[in-house]
């Protein structure tokens, strides 16, 4: 009982997001992308692709950003692998480093899984022709590395300006590479709140599985 209360956001958001993904395959599902891609819930879909249009330079933009929130993710790494070579002991690397790469490799494999098991196409061809848009991967990213990054500063960063001036970045980065990704035009609705959904899983499940670690319990 006690671990069912522990996880049962993490689980909310899972569930969701299948049932989700079934209803974005099976929902009003109409030839309306580029060759007569299938997509599902296009009325919407349609009339919100239509309103946004197509904007090569917010792509663009947002595809830099990406880069840049990646950079939580070397980051972290080194901290992890500078505490193995150390301790000399994978089991001795900090807990919530440990969950913070398997939330990583987590969020990589749904990024390959969707690859291969395609719910839909983007709403525009870009340069490779039909490529897989659901959910959106940089709004995985962007929610998933940054989130996780907010919080591992909260924890192991002591109060000062930096501090305050990462944590901000986290929050603005996060923000603009979400709403970049909605309004550039290479996604559908769907694939957005997609990818919002999964991400609140992985945020939620990160939470849960550090509940315990000393870092956590920090003001």
């Not at 983007?122 to 996780?148: K, N, Q, W």
């Not at 603009?176 to 990704?181: D, E, Q």
Request: aromatic residues 12%; hydrophobic residues 50%; contains cysteine.
């Amino acid at each position: 009982m006690e671990l069912l209360k522990k996880y049962r956001v993490p689980v909310f958001f899972l569930v969701g997001f299948v049932i989700y993904t079934i209803l974005v395959r099976t929902i009003d599902v109409k030839t309306i992308g580029p060759q007569g891609s299938w997509v599902g819930f296009s009325g919407v879909n349609g009339l919100f692709s239509r309103l946004i249009g197509y904007h090569p330079v917010l792509y663009t933009i947002t595809e830099f950003l990406g880069i840049i929130a990646l950079l939580p993710v070397v980051l972290f790494g080194v901290v992890g692998l500078l505490q193995l070579i150390q301790r000399k002991s994978l089991l001795a690397v900090d807990k919530d480093i440990l969950v913070l790469g398997g939330i990583y490799i987590g969020v990589l494999l749904c990024y390959i899984l969707f690859n291969k098991v395609v719910i839909n196409y983007r709403p525009v061809i870009l340069d490779e022709g039909l490529e897989a848009s659901y959910p959106s991967s940089h709004t995985m990213l962007a929610v998933c590395v940054l989130s996780t990054a907010y919080k591992e500063f909260q924890w192991r960063l002591k109060r000062s300006s930096f501090k305050n001036t990462l944590l901000k970045t986290c929050r603005v980065l996060m923000v603009l590479i979400v709403l970049g990704r909605l309004f550039s035009g290479v996604h559908w609705l769907t694939d957005i709140i997609g990818g919002l959904i999964l991400s609140g899983f992985f945020v939620t499940l990160f939470k849960a599985l550090t509940m315990d670690c000393k870092w956590s319990r920090k003001k």
